[in-house]
């Protein structure tokens, strides 16, 4: 049981896209423009992931290619399907996790499990057989009995997820599966979901996390604004980016001018940096020759630097110079 | 066919499981009406008196009123589950499953019907045992039954589909609210049309809970008008299910919002 493949079927489908988009705009009542052409595709058998900070529009696509809600303009295809004249296939071929847990809390969670096959058409020992074989892979256990209200928010996220499965889709939505997990309950989700993947399932997940897109997703999209900013792997996207990654903290937090007039001299100094609370973060060409002279600069202008460190550059270099800002900074807000 | 069938029958199922978990809900239900109708009932005891009522208890001719009623109220409050459901993302879950929307709301009304049948049952039980006579017996209770399921249906459908359009309990109460003191107040519920002033006899004519307490009282005691009946049960059959249609249709206003 432990080596059953919880997808059974969908990798003998062969490749396939497990979604292409194209253009897809939606704007809500109240004028709000939540997508503004968003495209994207991957194929079946792998993760993609968007990322992106509050209000960037991940959710609305995931509402859009899930058939719960219509765009404006643009299309889509889902496991092969029409969003819009074959909603009815999508569904079928689809499982959708939701970004708020969705099971229903006066119910217990196998309660919750066999109404889902239900409304799939599924029913009897077949149905029961998928469940227990879904309890088994998400290590539900003995939980599974109780009402899901006593259900912490960990195991609350493991059943949206065997509710997503139960009619054996072979393409899973993750609207941000992982957000308040604690660390190891995350580990184990990200365990779970490539698991899927390598069983042949196309997986569109969400996330506001920079590291689990990184870690996570074989390819992955930034989305700002209802837009798609930058895509590619996360090696790609990295690569594109010239030089090296330079962090810097300054002793004392100067004053801003200071640390840009000091910076103003430097050759090679590319236009991508930030200063915030005393780190100071820019990309050079390269690294090892550009560090001894920033320093020095610094130290001219009277800054003193107490630490400094060169790295490739990280997912979140590639965030600020496709946005303009830092994606850290930014979720703060 | 048998799909849409078997799936509303499954989400039936659901809310009865949750019912059958807090069954006290159903005493918090019945309450207010026993009260209505035992407090009205022995504190107006005399006004039967009163040339107009060709009853001899008034619990006897309030009961059927407050069967209705009581199903006025509870059907009302059926688009509460919904307002959860959408709070909770469960609704968004069913939406994209391959259920159609007619037995989303199908399912519910049958346990809201269900709920409605036990509720009147009780009602007109404890009437019953406080003096009231039913001498219209088992077709009088059963027209009676059926009149207060057709309207529950459709005060049901009312409030289904408000919460789809709305999102909101407080709005979903005022607005049920707004509806059922008014319908009943408008009706022959505690006074015989004879009794009644004269405008609000004329629009009671169009009030379907004016219809449903007309129907239930005549039949129950046993002195039915069939034409009157069987009109006015067509009537409230067709109410029903233009309500219940009409909150299929409320999905997808609910699909363009979100
Ligand atoms: N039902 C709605 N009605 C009106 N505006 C909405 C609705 N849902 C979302 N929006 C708006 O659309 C934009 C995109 O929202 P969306 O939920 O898709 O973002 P998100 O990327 O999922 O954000 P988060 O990370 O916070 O979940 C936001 O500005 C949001 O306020
Ligand atoms: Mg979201």
């Known amino acids: ?333 | 066919m048998s799909f849409a069938v078997s799936s509303a029958g499954h989400v039936s199922a659901r809310y009865l499981r949750a019912f059958a978990r807090q069954p006290y809900y159903l005493a918090v239900t019945l309450v207010q009406p026993v009260i209505w109708l035992l407090l009205f009932g022995h504190v107006f005891e005399r006004v039967v008196q009163l040339p107009g009522f060709s009853t001899a208890s008034y619990i006897g001719f309030l009961a059927p009123g407050i069967v209705v009623m009581t199903a006025l109220f509870s059907n009302g409050w059926s688009g509460m589950a919904y307002v959860t459901d959408i709070d909770r993302g469960v609704l968004d879950r069913f939406l994209v499953a391959p259920v159609r929307g007619g037995s989303l709301i199908g399912g519910q009304l049958a346990y809201a019907g269900l709920l409605t049948l036990l509720q009147s049952l009780i009602i007109l039980g404890l009437g019953w045992i406080s003096g009231a006579s039913f001498a219209g017996a088992g077709p009088g209770i059963l027209a009676c039954l059926l009149a207060t399921l057709l309207l529950g249906t459709a005060f049901a459908s009312y409030s289904n589909a408000l919460a789809l359009l709305l999102r909101k309990q407080e709005t979903l109460i005022a607005m049920v609210n707004f509806l059922v003191l008014p319908l009943t107040f408008l009706s022959v519920t505690f006074m015989p049309s004879a009794l009644l002033p004269g405008w609000i006899r004329t629009l009671s004519a169009y009030n379907p809970v004016d219809w449903a307490v007309q129907v239930s009282r005549q039949c129950l005691s046993g002195t039915a008008d069939w034409g009157y009946v069987s009109l006015h049960l067509a009537l409230l059959a067709l109410l029903a299910a233009a309500c219940a249609y009409l909150s299929t249709r409320a999905f997808g206003a609910y699909r363009r919002a979100i």
Do not use: C
Request: no cysteine.
């Open chain 1, 1 to 333: 049981m432990t080596n059953a493949t919880v997808t059974a079927g969908a990798a003998t489908l062969g490749p396939g896209l497990a979604i292409e988009a194209v253009g897809l705009t939606k704007t809500y009542p109240g004028g709000v423009r939540a997508l503004r052409g968003l495209s994207l595709q991957f194929p079946l058998g792998s993760i993609f992931a968007l990322l992106g900070p509050n209000g960037a529009g991940k959710s609305t696509a995931v509402k859009v290619l899930t058939t719960l809600s219509r765009p404006d303009s643009g299309g889509a295809r889902v496991a092969g399907y029409d969003i819009l004249s074959e909603a009815e296939a999508v569904r079928r071929a689809i499982g959708v996790v939701s970004q708020k847990p969705a099971g229903d809390l006066d119910a217990t969670g196998w309660e919750n499990l066999m109404l889902q096959g239900h409304l799939y058409g599924l029913a009897g020992a077949e149905l029961k057989r998928r469940a227990e074989q879904l309890v088994e892979v998400l290590s539900l256990g003995e939980v599974v009995n109780r009402i899901v209200k006593t259900y912490s928010g960990g195991t609350q996220r493991k059943l949206d997820i065997a509710i997503g499965l139960v009619n054996r889709p072979r393409v899973l939505f993750l609207d941000e599966p992982t957000t308040g997990l604690d660390p190891d309950a995350r580990a184990e989700m990200w365990e779970t979901i490539s698991r899927l993947a390598r069983e042949g399932l196309g997986v569109l997940l969400t996330t506001h996390y920079l590291e689990e897109a990184d870690q996570l997703s074989d390819r992955l999209a930034i989305v700002d604004h209802g837009e798609i900013v930058a895509e590619g792997t996360a090696d790609e996207l990295k690569h594109e980016l010239r030089g090296d990654s330079v962090s810097l903290q300054l002793t004392d937090e100067p004053p801003p001018d200071s640390v840009e007039a000091a910076l103003a001299a430097i050759d090679g100094l590319l236009n991508d940096r930030s200063y915030e609370a005393g780190w100071l973060r820019a990309r050079v060409d390269n690294g090892p020759t550009a560090l001894p002279a920033l320093l020095a600069a610094l130290d001219g202008a009277g800054v003193r630097v107490s630490s400094a460190s060169v790295a490739r550059p990280s997912l979140d270099d590639v965030y600020l110079s496709h946005t303009g800002h830092a994606y850290n900074a930014l979720q703060e807000n």
